[in-house]
């Protein structure tokens, strides 16, 4: 599989990958191992031991010897063994690693101990050097839930017509597993056709749309499957669909009422086909499909099932049908004549030169029309049906289309029994060695090629084996390959297997002991060297397989149909008997048949998948792939659980461990000079001088010498810095310590600043609390004192008393004017405190700074104004307090003259009570300034929040628009690059090309003379003899029936004999 990849912004880090790719880098371990475990491996020596059931064990060395090592095993188990079957064991502190190239012993046990600890541990995905391998979890991952979906979603507003495209890009997905997907033996939902999905994007970095590419659909699944797997999906969903819509489709029963389901298994474990059909149906809805367009889909698949049960018996040598109502329900569906059906499946008509005649079919030969018929409904009904998503989910913007990114998945190398591997594995062993091959040319070849453009000191070293040869054998013309001599034979006329087989040992086979061809030992097959290994094919059935023989007599009848989508299938079957040429007006989708049935008349198998690959391969040759290794951990479709030898197949198979090794050698990650010097500058924030200009190559040197990096595990190129594997892993290691230092400090100096604010506060709350308790002693000593006791006596007795009254009620006043004097200041120290919180996620923006500093200058201003009032107010109170005692006094030293002086006294308590009021007027003077002030801190608040939130926004804009701006200009300069190589190779490349094209065009162009004069000959001879038989037939029917006449006269005299012989009376 390959794929694309987004920069991952989590933290960790990420570095350059190679061509430009983004590999996010996990933060590593604490460095604090499990001693237990670390203490364990240091006392012994610990080595992997081949078995043949687990596939390796672990063991330690007891005595090793020349010839035999003596080990132990875990179980106890004492052996000698020899030092081949030893493998090297890497330390616990290399268990679950990420990236399997940062082992230190790189082997197979290693690496398949490092997938099992990680995929018992919910890890299912590793990064395998230059690929990813996955692990099939068998369950539904936490990461796919919304909840982890929403962490990395971008908060924005999202058009209303885009969201309805991504709805149905998704709903996509359902639809092609139930008509492409079915159960196999190893897994429940097995996608049995290869798909490439584009999903395209705007220069916005916004979905517009999206494309899918369909190849290799398995349509022999339609009419045959192993008792442990199933057909489609589709087909069993429909068996549960709604009445009314099998009444419509005239389906009635179950599954083992229908002939190509019965011998299938009928139900998955957890699947409720009925659930999964709803679920159809409602993607259906969102991809725009009427109901008339799902019910034609619908009647295909029916029309399919009814098919398989017709049953055909034999007749004086002929075939004929048992049971005339199955045709009827087929041909309802498909909209033809059930008697014409009949008649073109039993006897159809062939053209022999400028005539038609009839030819009647044998039993074995209208089974085989039949499938053939199903398979071909099947596999146009699904193509009409990816032409309708891609329809659907194009997007109103196409023309916007800026990139894409593409998810390409095929089924992988596949290696069965010596008699199982047939046609289908051919096909599906050559794409998977282009592919190889692919993979070879990027990550090898053209990484090399990068080292030497960037003059960087290397050594050019052939990775891997070269496919060419066996591509070369597969797919050539001249010398003839497997597929064109199998084109051949299928043209030629009485082509058989064998015959084919004898064509390939004549051309491929030679005594070459490194050959990829060979024969084998029983002349039913050949053997074929691939990447993955030998693989031996049976070419039983290769011929009629390639041919795909279609009853092109019912094909003409489809075009006719009175249901148009069944026409449309068959559309260009109606086009060929009107004799016309196709003109632009010619359907998509017809043109696609038309691709895929190939260029000429007679179309095959091979040529269709050929040609397919080769667009493939076309497209892929022009993006930045990704690659995805996919690993099935058992055959039992359990989660958790991992068959060492099983996966050690697969692993083999897909080259991981080749893929490592060579990753190992070479220098897969890479960063321009500015890029490095950006990011890892902070490693040595002395070293640069910024006043004066430094080359971006020499800072890059200074700054690896620095860094004391080993001089073999990176080079300086002319434009970038190359890295050995897990450098870069520990330069982010370094990085992440040296921001985590520059926080923890800032951290520490906003943490003393609050601190140093407490203290302030608490300082003037202990001042507070003296002032309190100097007044309480002054309060105490002043009710103990002889006079003081005196006055209270005589306090009720005069209006003095009054006066006290309305002291307690303003202290009481006073008291809560205090208080929320208090709660406005821990108001504005709430507010204090935000602000600071904003300072710390807002560091770089110094203007935003400047204005939090403003608003608090302010705060700090109306507080101080408020601290100046609220201690006017304690001043006042002294100064009354004062007066008080003063007046005590007086009144102490006039006691005697009170009466002669009550209206001195009234007097002055007329007095006091117009201070009393103007100190009530002034009170709330201040409390509608706190009210003001309370006012004005809110709404300062509220618009410092405002401005605050714009201002992020706008950053946040700013930086994503700068950020695509960046990608789309880098994306550019590499593809001008690509193209401008592409350029200067193309055009020597074309010369060449041109006349080789000529040449293999001239002897393609006689070839195909030389088989038409054959067959025209041919054809001729066999109307010859067709009429010499006729006659023969003729005269020996006559013959036949006058030595009949004769041999019954002969008897009749025989019996008169006999009867004349018994009259006569014995002697």
């Known amino acids: 599989m390959f794929t694309t990849v987004k920069d991952n912004q989590e933290y960790g880090g990420s570095f350059i990958h190679s061509y430009?790719?983004?590999?996010?880098?996990?933060?590593?371990?604490?460095?604090?191992?499990?001693?237990?475990?670390?203490?364990?491996?240091?006392?012994?020596?610990?080595?992997?031991?081949?078995?043949?059931?687990?596939?390796?064990?672990?063991?330690?060395?007891l005595n090793e010897d020349k010839d035999k090592i003596e080990i132990e095993y875990e179980s106890g188990a004492i052996a000698f063994v020899n030092n081949s079957k030893l493998k090297a064991m890497n330390p616990p502190k290399f268990d679950m690693v990420d990236d399997m190239a940062e082992l230190t012993h790189l082997n197979e046990p290693s690496v398949i101990h490092n997938l099992t600890v990680r995929y018992k541990a919910h890890h299912v995905y590793t990064y395998s050097g230059l690929f990813l391998v996955a692990v099939n979890p068998y369950r539904n991952l936490l990461i796919y839930t919304d909840e982890y979906i929403q962490s990395y979603k971008v908060v924005a507003s999202i058009d209303k017509h885009l969201n309805e495209l991504q709805n149905q890009i998704l709903q996509a997905n359902p639809i092609l597993e139930a008509f492409g997907n079915a159960q196999t033996i190893r897994n429940n939902n097995s996608s049995r056709f290869g798909k490439f999905i584009r999903i395209e994007f705007n220069s916005r970095a916004q979905i517009c749309g999206a494309n899918i590419e369909w190849y290799l659909l398995e349509k022999s699944r339609v009419h045959y499957q192993t008792p442990k797997e199933r057909n489609y999906h589709i087909f069993y969903q429909l068996l549960e669909a709604d009445e009314d819509i099998k009444k419509l489709l005239l389906l009635d029963g179950t599954a083992d009422d229908y002939n190509f389901l019965k011998q299938s298994n009928k139900r998955i474990d957890g699947v409720d086909d009925r659930e999964e059909y709803l679920n159809l149906v409602k993607a259906l809805d969102i991809m725009g499909l009427s109901e008339k367009e799902k019910l034609d889909l619908f009647k295909i698949v029916a029309a399919i099932l009814h098919l398989g049960n017709i049953s055909i018996t034999s007749?004086?040598?002929?075939?004929?049908?048992?049971?005339?109502?199955?045709?009827?329900?087929?041909?309802?569906?498909?909209?033809?004549?059930?008697?014409?059906?009949?008649?073109?499946?039993?006897?159809?008509?062939?053209?022999?030169?400028?005539?038609?005649?009839?030819?009647?079919?044998?039993?074995?030969?209208?089974?085989?029309?039949?499938?053939?018929?199903?398979?071909?409904?099947?596999?146009?009904?699904?193509?009409?049906?990816?032409?309708?998503?891609?329809?659907?989910?194009?997007?109103?913007?196409?023309?916007?289309?800026?990139?894409?990114?593409?998810?390409?998945?095929?089924a992988g190398f596949e290696i069965f029994e010596a008699s199982t591997n047939s046609f289908e594995q051919l096909c599906i062993n050559y794409t998977n060695e282009k592919l190889q091959q692919f993979f070879n040319q990027n990550m090898f070849e053209l990484e090399q090629e990068e080292y030497r453009k960037e003059k960087i000191n290397w050594d050019y070293i052939d990775f891997g084996k070269d496919l060419q040869p066996t591509i070369d054998l597969i797919e050539k013309i001249n010398p003839v390959g497997i597929l064109s001599c199998l084109e051949e034979e299928c043209v030629a006329p009485r082509g058989s297997d064998q015959r084919f087989l004898q064509k390939l040992n004549k051309f491929c086979n030679n005594d070459d002991p490194d050959a990829k061809y060979k024969t084998t030992r029983f002349q039913d097959g050949f053997i074929l060297k691939h990447y993955a290994g030998d693989v031996e094919y049976s070419v039983n059935g290769w011929i009629e397989k390639n041919k795909y023989p279609l009853n092109e007599d019912i094909t003409r009848l489809l075009a006719r149909s009175s249901q148009k989508h069944t026409a449309k299938l068959f559309e260009e079957y109606e086009e060929e008997n009107n004799d016309r040429t196709h003109n632009h007006s010619t359907s998509s989708f017809v043109s696609m048949l038309k691709v895929r049935k190939g260029s000429g008349s007679f179309g095959t198998v091979g040529q269709r998948h050929k040609q397919q690959l080769s667009t493939l391969m076309s497209t892929l040759y022009v993006t930045h792939p990704h690659f995805v290794?996919?690993?099935?951990?058992?055959?039992?479709?359990?989660?958790?659980?991992?068959?060492?030898?099983?996966?050690?197949?697969?692993?083999?198979?897909?080259?991981?461990?080749?893929?490592?090794?060579?990753?190992?050698?070479?220098?897969?990650?890479?960063?321009?000079?500015?890029?490095?010097?950006?990011?890892?500058?902070?490693?040595?924030?002395?070293?640069?001088?910024?006043?004066?200009?430094?080359?971006?190559?020499?800072?890059?040197?200074?700054?690896?010498?620095?860094?004391?990096?080993?001089?073999?595990?990176?080079?300086?190129?002319?434009?970038?810095?190359?890295?050995?594997?897990?450098?870069?892993?520990?330069?982010?290691?370094?990085?992440?310590?040296?921001?985590?230092?520059?926080?923890?400090?800032?951290?520490?100096?906003?943490?003393?600043?609050?601190?140093?604010?407490?203290?302030?506060?608490?300082?003037?709350?202990a001042d507070a609390i003296r002032v309190m308790q100097r007044?309480?002693?002054?309060?105490?000593?002043?009710?103990?004192?002889?006079?003081?006791?005196?006055?209270?006596?005589?306090?009720?007795?005069?209006?003095?008393?009054?006066?006290?009254?309305?002291?307690?009620?303003?202290?009481?006043?006073?008291?809560?004017?205090?208080?929320?004097?208090?709660?406005?200041?821990?108001?504005?120290?709430?507010?204090?405190?935000?602000?600071?919180?904003?300072?710390?996620?807002?560091?770089?923006?110094?203007?935003?700074?400047?204005?939090?500093?403003?608003?608090?200058?302010?705060?700090?201003?109306?507080?101080?104004?408020?601290?100046?009032?609220?201690?006017?107010?304690?001043?006042?109170?002294?100064?009354?307090?004062?007066?008080?005692?003063?007046?005590?006094?007086?009144?102490?030293?006039?006691?005697?003259?009170?009466?002669?002086?009550?209206?001195?006294?009234?007097l002055e308590l007329f007095q006091q009570l117009e201070e009393n009021k103007t100190l009530k007027e002034r009170l709330a003077v201040l409390e509608k300034e706190n009210k003001d002030i309370k006012a004005s801190l809110k709404e300062k608040q509220y618009q410092f929040d405002k401005e605050t939130i714009e201002k992020n926004g706008k950053i946040q804009q700013l930086e994503l628009d700068y950020k695509n701006k960046i990608d789309i200009l880098n994306t550019e300069i590499e593809e001008l690059k690509e193209q401008l190589n592409e350029v200067k190779s193309q055009s020597a490349r074309d010369n060449k090309q041109n006349h080789e094209t000529t040449v293999q065009l001239e002897s393609e162009i006689n070839e195909l003379k030389q088989a038409l004069n054959n067959e025209t000959d041919t054809r001729n001879d066999l109307q010859t003899k067709y009429d010499c038989l006729k006659e023969d037939w003729d005269n020996l029917t006559a013959l036949v029936k006058a030595e009949s006449d004769q041999a019954k006269s002969r008897i009749s005299r025989f019996d008169q004999v006999l009867n004349d012989l018994k009259a006569i009376p014995s002697s």
């Open 20 to 61: 430009g790719s983004k590999k996010f880098v996990r933060p590593k371990l604490d460095n604090v191992l499990d001693a237990v475990a670390q203490a364990r491996f240091n006392e012994k020596k610990w080595v992997w031991v081949e078995d043949d059931h687990e596939g390796y064990v672990r063991a330690h060395i």
């Open 315 to 410: 007749y004086l040598d002929r075939a004929d049908i048992k049971n005339f109502d199955m045709v009827e329900r087929a041909c309802h569906l498909l909209g033809i004549s059930a008697e014409g059906f009949k008649k073109s499946l039993l006897a159809p008509r062939i053209k022999a030169g400028k005539d038609w005649v009839t030819q009647a079919k044998s039993p074995a030969q209208v089974i085989a029309s039949i499938d053939a018929l199903a398979k071909t409904l099947y596999e146009r009904n699904f193509g009409f049906l990816v032409e309708r998503i891609n329809k659907a989910i194009d997007g109103p913007n196409a023309k916007e289309k800026a990139g894409f990114i593409g998810v390409l998945d095929i």
């Open 629 to 765: 290794r996919c690993i099935l951990p058992n055959d039992k479709k359990r989660p958790g659980e991992i068959q060492t030898k099983l996966v050690l197949d697969q692993l083999r198979c897909n080259g991981v461990l080749e893929g490592i090794r060579i990753c190992r050698k070479g220098f897969p990650n890479r960063l321009s000079f500015d890029e490095f010097r950006k990011r890892y500058g902070i490693l040595c924030p002395n070293l640069l001088n910024r006043e004066s200009f430094i080359d971006g190559r020499t800072a890059c040197q200074l700054l690896l010498d620095q860094l004391n990096l080993d001089k073999e595990r990176y080079q300086i190129g002319m434009t970038k810095v190359f890295f050995k594997a897990t450098v870069l892993a520990e330069l982010e290691e370094q990085r992440d310590n040296k921001l985590g230092v520059c926080i923890t400090q800032f951290q520490a100096h906003c943490r003393a600043r609050l601190a140093r604010q407490f203290q302030t506060r608490f300082s003037r709350q």
């Open 775 to 906: 007044n309480a002693r002054i309060y105490i000593s002043l009710r103990e004192w002889p006079w003081w006791k005196v006055y209270a006596k005589l306090k009720p007795l005069n209006a003095a008393y009054r006066v006290d009254i309305q002291m307690q009620e303003r202290d009481q006043k006073i008291h809560t004017l205090e208080a929320q004097l208090k709660d406005q200041s821990s108001t504005a120290n709430e507010m204090a405190s935000r602000n600071q919180e904003l300072e710390n996620q807002q560091v770089e923006l110094k203007q935003l700074i400047l204005d939090e500093q403003s608003i608090i200058r302010e705060l700090e201003e109306s507080k101080q104004e408020l601290f100046q009032k609220f201690t006017m107010a304690e001043e006042r109170i002294e100064e009354l307090e004062s007066e008080l005692n003063q007046k005590s006094k007086t009144m102490e030293e006039n006691q005697k003259n009170l009466e002669q002086k009550a209206d001195q006294a009234n």
